[in-house]
């Protein structure tokens, strides 16, 4: 019976909330705990004199860091560095990744299974620092910043800065009007190309020149190789661009580039709808993907965040990112409610041939051939935009020739999209000429995946459009890269199949790049195999290039000398080409190179390269040595420029004819015309962004 008594004292010992080794009683208050300024919640706790117990789950909970129960013990993990918290009430036992401790007797609680500790204790197992104000009832962390809530809270605010910093300009404030000057305006850019030691007629010059003339811009060239009154060659048109009409944008009259999908040199007109300056935006598409209820994802180009959201119940996100012309990769920063860090990254590539959705563009061109193989040319293209991913194009190209040979009608149609934001697929087909197909797999930039096939029509006299002979075509190609923090690192390669009427050739190039610290690396093995009439005729070569930048520990004049190299191994007849450089900038505006080799059927060389960069005119002067003979030549090439402000000409070091220059005045538009008038006033000082 006494046996009896004991046990059940025992046990109503233990369902009691005391100090497990109690020297002070227990007593059980209601705490208003803070953590900073971030979030406060009121708790059970428990007051040991002067000291306050607090429940470690609900705090963990509170300060969102994961909380996994071990039978009676508590396992916390604190991310994103995953290291592990444990107490563990059975063994008085308190352990972090770098420190472990007993607590001193009477100093935890165990009640309904939750384990009270002291702020000291907390505050050590945490690495935060507690202020306890009793007469306030209210317990209070100093600093929470390094917490998950303090992190998570600290991102909201940056992310709303961001987010205000990166507001683009807004679109509905007027363009002004262009101001079209009869004449005005001049750029002349001049290069000479001239052997050493030979006379004037050996040489080779052009002449460029651009004014503003009606409106819009004249623009001639002139060139002449050794002297060769066949080599001469003349180019002039005149162009210009409307921005207050969707109906025609541009035209130019002259020598220029057609129109289409494969444009060519036409001396004649074109005109078209397409923006003469296309923005680089293109739309908003969607990143989704599924990361688990409670996490929020971060999305970031070019360093600057640009969306972010937050899953939902099943874990799911969507992100609308703006993308641009070109490769878009966006790096996504994903936390998880816990404090948990992931980092990935997607991309979605946008190419040329692709316009905004509810787009339609026109292009019209036609002239006399710039070539022998034709007379006349006509191309018409019309492109419209089904949506931000996909885009349809459809025309036709026109090539009229000699009485000798037929002319050619090519009417095309293809399409161009994105399955996705990793799959891109174009497809096109060109009547008498081509079929083709492309498919592109590109999930990251550090993976890309690309196989085109096309087939040529057969039976066309002397084509224009196609390889004569060829006809089909398939090429696949491929890069890795291990890691994404390491550009220099990658794998690449190709796989090259051609087939013509008599003959198939099969070729493979596997290569790569490895960049420790200032020394780039670039290993490759290339095979290639012909079959000609029975005959298979193989080649198998490896080569290796390797740059080295500047080492600073080599002092203040070799620690800014720049070296490469190239090694091309026949693997059948050994060695075919080595070659060695160096090379040093001597100052500001001039560097110089040195260099040396050897070629297979060619023997030794050695080469002199002096370049000079000035303000107002470059040159290079190169002294080159092989098979016996020694060959010197320098190229100068500037510009000069009128500037009809200042009303001066200045020099540049050019090519300075089709770049884009800005000129003008800032000024009050006292009445709104969106035009300088005279009278008004002109701001001195202001910032213009181009």
Known sequence: MKRTWVVLALWVAGALPVPLAA?????????????????????????????????????????????QPDGPALRIVREPEGTELRVD???????????????????????QGEIYLTTEDLGRLLDVEWLVS?????????????????RRVAREWQRRVRLVQGLEIDP???????????????????GVFAPAGSSFEDAAYSLAAGIELLGGSLTTAWQNRSGSDTAERWDAAWSTIWTDRSWITHTRLGDGIGTGPRPRTVRGLSFGNAPYLRPNDVGEVAFTGSLGPGWQVEAYRGGRLIAFDSADALGRY???APIAYGENPVEFVAYGPFGEVRRFSRTHRVDGTRIPARQLEYGVSVGACRTDRCDATANADLRYGLSTRWTARAGVDQFWRGDSLPSLFHPYAGIAGMLGNSVGVEAEVVADAVTRATLRFEPSPDVVLQAEGTRFAQGVVDPLLTPPGRTEQVTVSGLWRPDGRLAGW???????????????????????????????????????????????LEQRSAELTA???????????????????????DLERGVSVVD???????????????????????????????????????GLFSVDRRSGATTTTQYVQGSVLYNPVSGRFQPSAGPALERAGVTGRVFLDGNGNQRFDEGEQLLPNVRVSV
């Open 23 to 67: 020297q002070e009683i227990a007593e059980a208050t209601a705490i208003e705990v803070s953590l900073g300024r971030l979030v406060s919640r009121t708790l059970l706790g428990y007051r040991l004199g002067e000291r306050a117990l607090l429940p470690v789950g609900e705090i963990a909970e509170l300060a969102e860091l994961r909380v």
């Open 89 to 111: 009430p059975r063994t008085g036992r308190l352990s972090t990744e770098t420190d472990s401790w007993t607590l001193a007797s009477g100093t935890f609680v165990l009640s």
């Open 134 to 150: 009793w007469r306030d009832l209210a317990v209070t962390v100093v600093d929470p910043s390094d917490l998950p809530i303090g």
């Open 172 to 190: 509905s404030v007027p363009l002004l009007p262009l101001e079209r000057q009869a004449l005005d305006g001049l750029v002349v850019d001049y």
């Open 318 to 320: 969507s992100i609308d």
């Open 490 to 536: 990658y794998v690449e390669g190709s796989l090259d199949h051609y087939r013509s009427e008599r003959s198939q050739t099969t070729g493979g190039r596997l290569g790569g790049a490895l960049q420790l610290d200032e020394l780039q690396l670039f290993p490759a093995v290339r095979w290639q195999a012909t079959r000609l009439d029975g005959l298979t």
């Open 547 to 569: 740059t080295l930048l500047p080492l600073a520990g080599l002092g203040p004049w070799f620690g800014q000398v720049t070296a490469r190299t190239y090694l091309e191994v």
């Open 580 to 618: 060695a450089r160096v090379g040093r900038m001597l100052d500001r505006a001039l560097r110089m190179e040195v260099g040396g080799g050897w070629r297979r059927f060619q023997g030794p060389m050695v080469s002199l390269n002096l370049a000079a960069n000035f303000s107002s005119v470059r």
